[in-house]
């Protein structure tokens, strides 16, 4: 018999606070929120209470939410602080409202990424096929993992969970499924530190019912346009048919729908830490504008694009999707990309194809930033010249027609 295709997503709980809760573990239980910038909130209750293990600081000399002015966001909140509502990307001032006795704490990236390198290595002594998702996240594929198919996964997500509590002191969510897509609303079921197991017959019962934003690719602006079709749980768009759904967002988009709706995802489990892309960007001393100053960004334009290529050759890359970055003096961003039949590390073709992008977007607004971006990478030489499409959603969906991908903009990290 061939093993039944079992694949893993963990996401740690809380995972900035909970980091810092590791620090200051007499905050545990309360609520606490991350966020408002710099160390130096804490760093005056440290001074205050030099001398002292910080553990042994009272709870009552850190800062509180109440007290915060400015226009920080909230990056995390542990589940006590969610309880009064109150979460990632609020802003605090309103987060005040919410629950004014939270405690504020800023985040600590350098403790927070030694924290991500070790859950993820002790997964991998486990686990060897491994996909790095992020800082707190990842896949792994249970398929061919001895005791992988046990209880449908659970057996060995309550050995992940339990080595990677002991080598941190940190909880994770893990969801068990035929796929990455079901995977990812699975982790979310039973948060914080909880394990969901969810077959290919559960989908009707359990995934449908959620809202589409749930499919991890669905963002805001897809969420309306499905919502202006009166689509809004993943039960209604599996009730459309595929060519209705063609018919309304595209070939790509539709399609991918339909199968997300479905609870289908033939994306494999990753595991090489590749990059994704590379990208170069500059912000210009003063706002430039794409017509008035058109000979400037012209040659802006161009040397980013030899850049960017110049990378991909030094690192031994090509890539396939090609895109622009924007920032308008508004601070608004744009994105656009194109993908081409083949792969390219050729500032010529680059060049090329970026400009086409360029002309996608409003060129009517003085601009802040302009950066260039190469996706869907191959190692130059293993790299066919043309390929067959991807599966189904295995890149980043695009948004509905029209509209800037929303799932992109994280996309132009510095290489
Ligand atoms: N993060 C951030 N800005 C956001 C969202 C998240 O900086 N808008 C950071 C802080 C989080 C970390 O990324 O701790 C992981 O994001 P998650 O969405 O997984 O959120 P948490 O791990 O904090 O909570 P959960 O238990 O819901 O996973
Ligand atoms: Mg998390």
Known sequence: MTALRRIAHLDMDAFFASVELLRYPQLKGLPVVIGGGRRTADDRVLQRHAGLPLSEIPASAFPLLRDYVGRGVITTATYPARQFGVGSAMGMMKAAKLCPQAIVLPVDFDEVRTYSRRFKSTIAEIAPVVEDRGVDEVYIDFTEVPGGQREGGRALARLIQRAIFENTALTCSIGVAPNKLLAKMASEFDKPNGISIVYEADVQTRIWPLPVRKINGIGPKAELKLAKLHLHTIADIASQ???????????????????????????????????????????????????????????????????????????GYVGKTIGIKLRYDDFQIATRDQTIDHFTADATTIRQ??????????LSRRLRLLGVRVGKLAKAGSAPATQ????????????????????????????
């Open 241 to 315: 048919s595929r060519d209705w759904l063609i018919d309304n967002f595209g070939m790509a988009t539709g399609a991918w729908l339909h199968d997300a709706a479905w609870g289908r995802d033939n994306r494999p489990v990753v595991t090489e830490s590749e990059p994704v892309s590379m990208s170069r960007e500059t912000t210009f001393e003063r706002d430039l504008h794409p017509v008035r100053d058109r000979a400037e960004l012209g040659a802006v334009f161009t040397d980013l694009c030899v850049k960017v290529a110049g990378d991909l050759q030094r690192k």
């Open 388 to 415: 067959i499409a991807d599966q189904p959603g295995a890149g980043a969906p695009r948004a509905p027609s029209g509209s800037a991908p929303e799932v992109n903009l994280d996309l132009f990290e510095r290489s």
């Open 353 to 362: 194809i970026a400009g086409q992008c360029l002309k996608r977007v409003d």
